[in-house]
């Protein structure tokens, strides 16, 4: 994975504040050449920085508005057949292997209720999998962000701009 610099931050901090700026627009505000920010971008873009478009598509708009989290545990030695199974599952829209009492938690979402737990039905039919702890998300809190990170990354205060 590519290391991003400050003046890479800079850039992709001022995206996240002006998603439709134009490369004249953000090398205007950041005092920078066009060339440099559109060389950066390219370097950017096909480095691994950034992550798939789908990953901003909301569930919810596709009609799927429920969200849980999933912790699954499994037979270890299983662990591979287990994760290509839970692949074919397009409910399942992330899955991290983890450390603790579970193996892996699951991000899901489902239409509704009895969506869900024909999923969850889903998910205790694979082979390996010993037990799944459903947790339904009641609101989202604090969404997925990465701009105090870059913050941080310039030395600045989060939320100080």
């Known amino acids: 994975m590519q290391q991003l610099d400050a003046t890479d931050l800079k850039i992709l901090s001022a995206m996240c504040r002006h998603p439709k700026a134009s ?3 953000l090398a205007t505000e950041l005092g920078l050449s066009r060339n440099t920010v559109q060389a950066r971008l390219a370097r950017i873009e096909t ?3 950034l992550l798939p478009f789908e990953q901003r598509v909301n569930p919810a708009a596709l009609g799927f508005g429920l969200v849980s989290f999933v912790n699954i545990h499994v037979r270890q030695r299983m662990l591979h057949s287990i994760v290509e199974q839970l692949r074919t ?3 399942i829209v992330e899955a991290h292997g983890v450390t603790g009492s579970a193996d892996i938690l699951a991000r899901v979402v489902a239409a509704s209720a009895e969506e869900l ?3 969850n039905g889903q998910i205790l039919d694979i082979a390996g999998v010993e037990r799944a702890d459903t947790s339904l ?6 969404p997925h962000r990465t701009l105090p990170l870059m913050e941080l990354g310039l030395g600045n205060t989060p939320g100080s701009n």
Request: proline share 6%; net charge negative.
């Open 23 to 25: 490369a004249v627009s």
């Open 47 to 49: 480095g691994e920085a």
């Open 89 to 91: 599952i397009p409910e």
């Open 117 to 119: 737990f024909r999923v």
């Open 137 to 142: 998300s009641m609101a989202e809190l604090i």
